[in-house]
């Protein structure tokens, strides 16, 4: 009898775990927290959640997007993160206000490494959104800033989008007054540029 209350329990639990959705986790700053948007689900993390229900997928999407965060914030944030949330894909998305504080890029990218490694230890993929610096940056920080992105892609064999904000950033229309952040109406080219790297990464 004993056996058979034990064997019950985790029949139950196993078949509660395929019940529950599988989670993808958005990881990163302003841009994903919907910074300076009227309502938060304008931003391209709703406009995630809408399209995967209309394509008929199956996720959740946790939004853990903090403004301001920088990826060594993000790195003492992940691990807590990953046990609670448990994503089948990380998106992460950070990087952005080191470069806007001219912080050290071999640190910003063994942060992103290390946010890599543990997401894909807790079982997760990964889906990596680069970012761009303006020119007057100068030069070589500029391109060493992006480079940092398409190294640990290349390294780890990521899924990437190398610059989340092509064809948005330097149009005035689709950004807030402060140049930095899309508006309502660039977050759908925001979600249509994740969302091509994305989808591979899906099931049904």
């Known amino acids: ?10 029949l139950l639990t196993a078949a509660t775990a395929r019940a529950e959705p599988a989670t993808i986790l958005v990881f990163g700053d302003s841009i994903s927290a919907g910074y300076g948007l009227a309502d938060a689900n304008q931003g391209w993390v709703g406009l995630l959640r809408k399209k995967l229900h209309q394509e008929g997928y199956g996720y959740q999407v946790v939004n853990a997007s903090v403004s301001g965060e920088t990826t060594a914030g993000g790195l ?5 993160a990953l046990a609670l949330h448990h994503p089948e894909i990380v998106i992460l998305e950070l990087g952005g206000n080191d470069g806007l504080r001219a912080l050290p890029i071999p640190a910003m990218r063994a942060n992103l490494d290390s ?4 997401s894909r230890g807790a079982g997760a993929q990964v ?10 940056y100068g030069p070589d920080y500029t391109s060493q800033f992006f480079g940092a992105y398409t190294a640990t892609a290349k390294e780890f064999k990521l899924a990437i989008v190398p610059f989340l904000l092509d064809g948005i950033a330097l149009t005035p ?14 977050q759908p080219l925001l979600l249509a540029n994740v969302w ?9």
């Open 76 to 80: 003492a944030r992940l691990p807590r």
């Open 127 to 136: 889906l990596l959104l680069g970012m761009r610096m303006p020119p007057n």
């Open 115 to 118: 946010m890599v490694q543990l």
């Open 196 to 204: 091509t790297a994305l989808k591979p990464l899906l099931h049904h």
């Open 1 to 10: 009898m004993h056996r058979l209350l034990i064997l019950s329990i985790l």
């Open 173 to 186: 229309s689709l950004m807030q007054a402060d140049d930095i952040h899309p508006n309502e109406q660039g």
